[in-house]
């Protein structure tokens, strides 16, 4: 069971920045992976980007590319999502999730943190 526990949401001006954080109860999370989904009001949840915790690499949706920047600190086992150039579109509740491999579901969540960018 992994508890995943996420903060750094707040509000921003359309430019401006700010660090998600999403801390994780696992003894380990070799093999996972690990990512951030979010959700706009009157929408459904959809992909942001995702990180593989052994290897480092990563993926991003496309609206977000250039922009965000996800990573992980082994020692904290933390992951990080790194949010510039926010634009109002990218208001949403953001969440973090964890996948126990590349061939799992994501089946461990937080329960959010909302991201307001303000016009």
């Known amino acids: 069971q992994v508890q995943l526990v996420e903060s750094g949401g707040g509000l921003v001006q359309t430019g401006g920045s700010l660090r998600l954080s999403c801390a994780a109860s696992a003894r380990s999370l070799s093999g996972y992976s690990m990512a951030w989904y979010r959700q706009a009001p009157g929408k459904e949840r959809v992909f942001v980007a995702a990180?593989?915790?052994?290897?480092?690499?990563?993926q991003y949706a496309s609206p977000v590319m250039d922009r965000f920047t996800i990573s992980r600190d082994n020692a904290k086992n933390t992951v990080y999502l790194q949010m510039t150039g926010l634009k109002p579109e990218d208001t949403a509740v953001y969440y973090c999730a964890a996948a126990e491999s590349k061939y799992s579901d994501y089946e461990y969540w937080g329960r959010g943190t909302q991201v307001t960018v303000s016009s």
């Open positions: 990180i593989r915790w052994s290897e480092g690499s990563t």
